[in-house]
Nanobody
């Protein structure tokens, strides 16, 4: 199992930006498709963005499309989420997730697709 640690969360005003990073342990990071999910109080965990093992395929939730960008660096074992034009409704705990054994071009977009999760990082957007 890969170990995942998120960082970069915080408090930001609406319209601002944050960059989340997820660091993965182990030497087989390129074997994992990666995703970002978020969970607001009282709500279910929801998909935000995903990237394939190769980094050439990405997918975004409609609510963040055009504002968020997912990227990965397989040499550094990291996956980032650049979040621009943040809105109060983006407030949530953001989780990084990993899934092995997918084709290098395939992305996974539901929580059940993933087998490893980080501890989460809080993002709060004030109005």
């Amino acid at each position: 199992q890969v170990q995942l640690v998120e960082s970069g969360g915080g408090l930001v005003q609406a319209g601002g930006s944050l960059r989340l990073s997820c660091a993965a342990s182990g030497r087989t990071f390129s074997s994992y498709a990666m995703g970002w999910f978020r969970q607001a109080p009282g709500k279910e965990r929801e998909f935000v963005a995903a990237i394939s093992r190769s980094g050439t395929s990405t997918s975004y939730a409609d609510s963040v499309k055009g504002r968020f960008t997912i990227s990965r660096d397989n040499a550094k074992n990291t996956v980032d989420l650049q979040m621009n034009s943040l809105r109060p409704e983006d407030t949530a705990v953001y989780y990084c997730a990993a899934r092995a054994d997918l084709h290098r071009l395939v992305v996974a977009t539901t929580p059940a697709d993933y087998t490893s999760w980080g501890q989460g990082t809080q993002v709060t957007v004030s109005s």
